[in-house]
């Protein structure tokens, strides 16, 4: 491996999805020119530091400080899912910092910043650079193209990062942006805000909301919340399942069928999550109706009546202060014992969730709990030994088995769907008239996940790989059939980044020899050094499978758990190392 390269890239380098934010200071050629060039630096440099750290905080590298700006890459060295949602945030955060940053000055005032967003293949090469690496490609122009372009205190935004990002993103209308060096306008839309609701399930364009299968399981579901209705107790169970698997969808639909039940529900985000129990917060912050921007004193009375309605005018003082510290509405600063504060934020949980399930049956959702911190996972193993009283049933959604040390928490697991069914969603969404060997096709890739099979069909059609005729579907382009769409991709790559190098590069040279690989060809092939053990690490984290008959002799097989593993493995390859 080359010195200073990210610590698991190929020698030779990569080719990645990536998303890039170019932010700017507006104004600064001008104010430099009005000034002392030290002046200047003196007066922007601490800030900038500022909002570099920002971006960082946020999962971004910065691999080099211009002096009116910076750009972050957000996938480098590590790809996370969310990749184009924190990028957009980050870019919010910078711009609300630097605004920050404004305000508290006399003098020389803050320049705002003005960025761009832009989602992308890139290929990622090791540089002699401090950054160790050098990222190239026409993604990288066009989300600088976009910085210019967006106004001070705007962040504007491609549409791949858009779609990516509409769930927990707001956006003005898509428009066409002109940039010099471009043939054709580039579709971008401004930021308009931070969306504090979530929808359910993720937004898949063209696809219609049709629910199949899963009655078992609702069925289980039920039985737990009747359990605690029958006992007046307080229940966890939690939702195992890989990505996409459709255990947000459940949720919803088992919310669905008890209208009886009071519905909260909240997730847990891989950053940026400050509170201690977050997702219950803002759950309740959606009952109650308040957003993140309000204001002191409308919080203030929002929680006064919150504490009123669970408890009753006697004690609602008391939790009023718990409460307000659950809803994150107290400044941290104030806060002098955080230990005494976490264990007040969990009795105030408590309280409320008890008092609202003598109103009627409570289903709290913690969705993404597989991002849980220490203190939310407290809650559920001690809830789980010491049940609270009322019906209260704490549905953890999670992609992990083993959440928290203790005794493991109750699970149900979501298998994959059946081929039949995916055929089934297949047709519902396309409507009639999609050759059935295409469908084969696409659901025998997708596996039994209808995240899978959702993506792949949005992207075939968004292409025009598939074309609708009033005579029914027809296939346009056959090789497209066979790309992995841009959301799983991501979602797999975080996955295989995320892996040991040795374990990383094993997994990519298996992906060269195709569906099935030997660990005799690997030894010979390889740059890893320990292919045998790779390989079985490999098999424990249900990325390869071993065949139980090797069809070479003398020699261990193992195939890809999922075609689209070994899809983007081969990928994330450079072209001159495929075969
Ligand atoms: N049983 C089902 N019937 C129809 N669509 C489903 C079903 N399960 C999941 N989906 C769809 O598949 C996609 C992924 O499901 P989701 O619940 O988001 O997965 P997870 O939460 O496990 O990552 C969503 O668009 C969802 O609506
Ligand atoms: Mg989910």
């Given at each position: 491996?080359?010195?200073?390269?990210?610590?698991?890239?190929?020698?030779?380098?990569?080719?990645?999805?990536?998303?890039?934010?170019?932010?700017?200071?507006?104004?600064?050629?001008?104010?430099?020119?009005?000034?002392?060039?030290?002046?200047?630096?003196a007066s922007v440099r601490p800030g900038m530091t500022a909002?570099?750290?920002?971006?960082?905080?946020?999962?971004?590298?910065?691999?080099?400080?211009?002096?009116?700006?910076?750009?972050?890459?957000?996938?480098?060295?590590?790809?996370?899912?969310?990749?184009?949602?924190?990028?957009?945030?980050?870019?919010?955060?910078?711009?609300?910092?630097?605004?920050?940053l404004?305000?508290?000055?006399?003098?020389?005032?803050f320049?705002?910043?003005?960025?761009?967003?832009?989602?992308?293949?890139?290929?990622?090469?090791?540089?002699?650079?401090?950054?160790?690496?050098?990222?190239?490609?026409?993604?990288?122009?066009?989300?600088?193209?976009?910085?210019?372009?967006?106004?001070?205190?705007?962040?504007?935004?491609?549409?791949?990062?858009?779609?990516?990002?509409?769930?927990?993103?707001?956006?003005?209308?898509?428009?066409?942006?002109?940039?010099?060096?471009?043939?054709?306008?580039?579709?971008?839309?401004?930021?308009?805000?931070?969306?504090?609701?979530?929808?359910?399930?993720?937004?898949?364009?063209?696809?219609?909301?049709?629910?199949?299968?899963?009655?078992?399981?609702?069925?289980?579901?039920?039985?737990?919340?009747?359990?605690?209705?029958?006992?007046?107790?307080?229940?966890?169970?939690?939702?195992?399942?890989?990505?996409?698997?459709?255990?947000?969808?459940?949720?919803?639909?088992?919310?669905?069928?008890?209208?009886?039940?009071?519905?909260?529900?909240?997730?847990?985000?891989?950053?940026?999550?400050?509170?201690?129990?977050?997702?219950?917060?803002?759950?309740?912050?959606?009952?109650?109706?308040?957003?993140?921007?309000?204001?002191?004193?409308?919080?203030?009375?929002?929680?006064?009546?919150?504490?009123?309605?669970?408890?009753?005018?006697?004690?609602?003082?008391?939790?009023?202060?718990?409460?307000?510290?659950?809803?994150?509405?107290?400044?941290?600063?104030?806060?002098?014992?955080?230990?005494?504060?976490?264990?007040?934020?969990?009795?105030?949980?408590?309280?409320?969730?008890?008092?609202?399930?003598?109103?009627?049956?409570?289903?709290?959702?913690?969705?993404?709990?597989?991002?849980?911190?220490?203190?939310?996972?407290?809650?559920?193993?001690?809830?789980?030994?010491?049940?609270?009283?009322?019906?209260?049933?704490?549905?953890?959604?999670?992609?992990?088995?083993?959440?928290?040390?203790?005794?493991?928490?109750?699970?149900?697991?979501?298998?994959?769907?059946?081929?039949?069914?995916?055929?089934?969603?297949?047709?519902?969404?396309?409507?009639?008239?999609?050759?059935?060997?295409?469908?084969?096709?696409?659901?025998?890739?997708?596996?039994?996940?209808?995240?899978?099979?959702?993506?792949?069909?949005?992207?075939?059609?968004?292409?025009?790989?598939?074309?609708?005729?009033?005579?029914?579907?027809?296939?346009?382009?056959?090789?497209?059939?066979?790309?992995?769409?841009?959301?799983?991709?991501?979602?797999?790559?975080?996955?295989?980044?995320?892996?040991?190098?040795?374990?990383?590069?094993?997994?990519?040279?298996?992906?060269?020899?195709?569906?099935?690989?030997?660990?005799?060809?690997?030894?010979?092939?390889?740059?890893?050094?320990?292919?045998?053990?790779?390989?079985?690490?490999?098999?424990?984290?249900?990325?390869?499978?071993?065949?139980?008959?090797?069809?070479?002799?003398?020699?261990?097989?193992?195939?890809?758990?999922?075609?689209?593993?070994?899809?983007?493995?081969?990928?994330?390859?450079?072209?001159?190392?495929?075969?």
């Open positions: 491996m080359t010195a200073g390269g990210p610590p698991n890239a190929a020698p030779s380098g990569e080719r990645k999805l990536v998303t890039l934010l170019f932010a700017d200071l507006t104004g600064f050629t001008a104010l430099a020119s009005s000034l002392d060039p030290e002046e200047v630096y909002l570099v750290r920002i971006v960082q905080d946020y999962g971004g590298t910065v691999p080099q400080v211009m002096g009116d700006g910076f750009m972050a890459i957000f996938g480098v060295p590590t790809a996370h899912e969310d990749d184009a949602e924190r990028a957009v945030r980050a870019a919010l955060a910078v711009r609300d910092h630097a605004r920050e404004q305000r508290g000055r006399s003098g020389t005032p320049p705002e910043v003005h960025a761009g967003v832009n989602s992308g293949e890139v290929m990622v090469a090791p540089s002699s650079e401090p950054a160790g690496f050098a990222v190239i490609g026409d993604t990288v122009n066009t989300a600088s193209r976009l910085a210019d372009l967006a106004m001070p205190g705007i962040v504007l935004v491609d549409e791949r990062t858009r779609r990516r990002t509409e769930h927990a993103i707001r956006y003005g209308p898509t428009r066409g942006y002109r940039a010099k060096g471009k043939p054709k306008p580039i579709p971008a839309s401004e930021v308009v805000g931070v969306r504090s609701v979530l929808p359910a399930g993720r937004p898949a364009p063209g696809v219609s909301g049709g629910f199949v299968a899963r009655e078992r399981q609702l069925e289980a579901l039920g039985r737990a919340l009747s359990n605690a209705v029958d006992r007046q107790r307080s229940s966890v169970l939690v939702v195992t399942a890989e990505p996409g698997a459709g255990k947000t969808r459940l949720a919803v639909e088992f919310g669905r069928r008890h209208p009886e039940a009071l519905l909260l529900s909240g997730r847990c985000t891989a950053y940026g999550q400050r509170l201690p129990l977050f997702p219950l917060a803002s759950a309740l912050q959606d009952l109650i109706g308040l957003s993140e921007e309000a204001p002191e004193a409308v919080t203030d009375r929002a929680v006064r009546r919150l504490a009123h309605r669970v408890v009753g005018s006697r004690r609602a003082g008391d939790l009023t202060r718990g409460l307000k510290l659950l809803l994150g509405a107290v400044d941290s600063y104030a806060v002098r014992d955080p230990t005494a504060a976490v264990g007040q934020t969990m009795r105030a949980a408590r309280a409320v969730l008890e008092g609202l399930a003598r109103e009627r049956p409570v289903i709290a959702v913690l969705d993404d709990l597989h991002w849980a911190d220490a203190h939310l996972l407290e809650l559920l193993h001690s809830t789980r030994a010491n049940p609270w009283s009322g019906p209260v049933l704490l549905l953890g959604l999670s992609r992990l088995e083993a959440l928290g040390s203790g005794d493991p928490l109750p699970t149900l697991k979501l298998e994959a769907l059946p081929d039949r069914r995916l055929r089934e969603l297949g047709e519902l969404a396309l409507g009639p008239g999609v050759p059935a060997s295409v469908l084969g096709r696409i659901v025998a890739r997708a596996s039994g996940n209808p995240l899978f099979l959702e993506e792949s069909l949005s992207m075939l059609v968004e292409s025009g790989a598939l074309v609708q005729r009033p005579a029914g579907w027809i296939v346009a382009d056959h090789q497209l059939l066979e790309q992995v769409p841009a959301t799983i991709r991501t979602l797999i790559a975080a996955r295989l980044d995320g892996l040991p190098a040795d374990e990383k590069r094993v997994l990519q040279d298996a992906a060269v020899c195709g569906e099935a690989t030997w660990d005799r060809l690997l030894d010979g092939v390889s740059a890893a050094e320990e292919v045998g053990s790779a390989l079985q690490r490999l098999v424990d984290r249900d990325l390869l499978r071993r065949r139980p008959r090797s069809r070479l002799p003398g020699a261990r097989e193992y195939v890809f758990k999922h075609v689209l593993i070994r899809d983007v493995a081969y990928e994330s390859l450079p072209r001159r190392d495929r075969c």
